[in-house]
């Protein structure tokens, strides 16, 4: 509760602004009215008895059969003040009086709300911040009279002489500039680059005749890995030299009756027919010759009779065989995943990334990654950060790429990553230590004189040590660190009141 030494200034400077705003409506009230601010200092009212409970569940203060009531509205929107005014116990107009709100916190400045009429209340034009404990006054105008009430709410204060601090072992810091190293070691696992993975499949059905690729091998592009004797293939290849060998006879088909036309000596009709049955040979030939290319066999190969039905299995790119599926004498589908080969010209880093490390940690951040069981390290880039956190793990995955043109990474190896990053100088920061939760909140309990008082933080950077205060807390405050967790157990003792 607020003394009258501490009202008098407050309620001088509401006095005031009300005085002016009265001065003001009677300038633009016409001819024949008046307002008597005289009066008004005569009929002043102070109340600092516990108020009743509004019908909104509000602090209701009354004045014979004049009432306001006093909420703080939080469903949806910032918390903000409504006022709700009352004539006779009955709900009347919030353009009916002018109203103002000065609200003092500890180590703060006064702050001064000024209300619209908006529905049926009055709304204030400010957030009324957390935590919710302070010293408020309120100050009516009405009808030439002026009224004013006032009273306290507290949260999450703890009353403490400088004397028990050291028997608590609670330090006293000053929250201010500092430098925010973010650097962070994490574990990791050496995986395979995802984009350089291929799965081989024959493309074709047969028989397996031989097999050269295996396991573990390491295979240049177009590399011979099996051979597979396959029907279809030698009907497909049939099917091309028969349409390779029409065309060539409509050609010369073609080409004679073309001159036999010129020549006055066979009918056009006849060259036209020649034409068309020329041009029919060569789309099937062509129609042969893709289907043959789709199967990555070139048409124009020439091919023994013992060859004819056997297709070559070719290793699509350099790499190692990571996966085998095709043993000789097998009979093969065409859509059989037989081979998975990997690129290992570069591999990633799978880093594992707790939520509270999620704001360090970006894209195209250069990382030092070590190996666990060896002397084995590298530098390389995070590349990936995943948005989704492992239901779980509870934990999000972020990929860093590295250089293995030397073959000295091998997946499955496990690893630490060093995140580095440049030192950044913040305005405001406090000591990690200090931090404690409080409610739904992240808070540092702030000094003031004799008091301890939550304050909610809205963090930025931090480095383990310090931690950056986007919000809550200016440069030159004091605040417990240390055992500050006392303090928490205590707030809880007293109770952590929220009322509206």
């Keep these: 509760m607020i003394n009258q030494a501490q009202l008098k200034p407050i309620l001088a400077v509401i006095v005031v602004g009300i005085m002016l705003s009265v001065l003001i409506l009677t300038l633009d009230k016409p001819s024949g009215t008046s307002a008597h601010p005289e009066d008004?200092?005569?009929?002043?009212?102070?109340?600092?008895?516990?108020?009743?409970?509004?019908?909104?569940?509000?602090?209701?203060?009354?004045?014979?059969?004049?009432a306001v009531e006093v909420t703080i509205f939080e469903k949806g929107v910032p918390p903000q003040f409504r006022l709700y005014l009352y004539e006779k116990e009955r709900?009347?107009?919030?353009?009916?009086?002018?109203?103002?709100i000065t609200l003092t916190r500890l180590g703060a400045p006064a702050q001064l709300f000024k209300f619209k009429p908006e529905a049926e209340y009055l709304l204030g034009d400010q957030v009324v911040e957390e935590p919710h404990s302070f010293d408020v006054v309120i100050a009516v105008e009405r009808n030439g009279k002026l009224l004013h009430w006032s009273y306290s709410q507290v949260e999450g204060r703890i009353e403490m002489p400088d004397e028990m601090l050291n028997s608590m072992g609670i330090e006293l810091l000053t929250a201010g500039p500092a430098v925010i190293k973010p650097k962070l070691k994490l574990p990791g696992e050496i995986i395979f680059n995802e984009h350089n993975i291929v799965r081989v499949v024959p493309r074709v059905p047969g028989l397996v005749t031989d097999v050269q690729g295996h396991h573990g091998q390491h295979v240049k592009q177009g590399d011979v890995l099996a051979i597979i004797e396959s029907p279809a293939l030698s009907d497909l290849r049939s099917q091309y030299f028969v349409a390779k060998k029409r065309l060539g006879l409509a050609k010369t088909?073609?080409?004679?009756?073309?001159?036999?036309?010129?020549?006055?000596?066979?009918?056009?009709q006849d060259f036209l027919n020649a034409e068309e049955l020329w041009q029919e040979a060569q789309i099937n030939m062509e129609v042969a010759a893709s289907k043959l290319r789709a199967l990555g066999?070139?048409?124009?190969?020439?091919?023994?009779?013992?060859?004819?039905?056997?297709?070559?299995?070719?290793?699509?790119?350099?790499?190692?065989?990571?996966?085998?599926?095709?043993?000789?004498?097998?009979a093969l589908k065409e859509d059989k995943e037989i081979y998975t080969i990997a690129d290992v010209a570069t591999i990633w880093t799978a880093v594992t990334?707790?939520?509270?490390?999620?704001?360090?940690?970006?894209?195209?951040?250069?990382?030092?990654?070590?190996?666990?069981?060896?002397?084995?390290?590298?530098?390389?880039?995070?590349?990936y950060i995943s948005t989704l956190i492992g239901g779980q793990t509870r934990t999000a995955?972020?990929?860093?790429?590295?250089?293995?043109?030397?073959?000295?990474?091998?997946?499955?190896?496990?690893?630490n990553v060093e995140l580095v990053s440049e030192e950044i100088k913040v305005p405001v920061a406090v000591s990690v230590s200090a931090i404690q939760t409080f409610r739904d909140w992240s808070v540092v309990f702030g000094r003031y004189n004799k008091?301890?008082?939550?304050?909610?933080?809205?963090?930025?950077?931090?480095?383990?040590?310090?931690?950056?205060?986007?919000?809550?807390?200016?440069?030159?405050?004091?605040?417990?660190?240390?055992?500050?967790?006392?303090?928490?157990?205590?707030?809880g003792k007293a109770g952590a009141s929220h009322d509206h």
């Design 297 to 330: 066999v070139k048409p124009e190969t020439h091919h023994q009779a013992t060859d004819f039905s056997n297709f070559v299995v070719r290793a699509p790119i350099s790499g190692i065989i990571i996966a085998k599926a095709i043993a000789r004498g097998e």
């Design 91 to 100: 709900l009347i107009p919030p353009a009916s009086a002018t109203v103002a």
């Design 353 to 383: 990334v707790y939520p509270k490390d999620l704001s360090v940690i970006h894209v195209n951040q250069k990382a030092k990654v070590k190996a666990t069981a060896s002397n084995i390290e590298s530098e390389g880039t995070v590349t």
């Design 451 to 491: 008091f301890f008082e939550v304050r909610p933080l809205e963090m930025g950077l931090s480095d383990g040590e310090m931690v950056e205060v986007l919000k809550g807390m200016t440069a030159g405050d004091r605040y417990a660190a240390g055992n500050s967790f006392a303090l928490k157990a205590e707030a």
């Design 40 to 66: 008004s200092a005569n009929t002043e009212t102070t109340t600092e008895n516990q108020p009743d409970t509004g019908p909104r569940g509000g602090k209701l203060f009354k004045e014979d059969d004049f």
């Design 397 to 415: 995955t972020a990929r860093v790429e590295l250089d293995n043109t030397d073959n000295k990474w091998r997946p499955g190896m496990f690893v």
């Design 253 to 268: 088909t073609y080409e004679r009756e073309k001159k036999l036309w010129e020549e006055k000596i066979s009918a056009k």
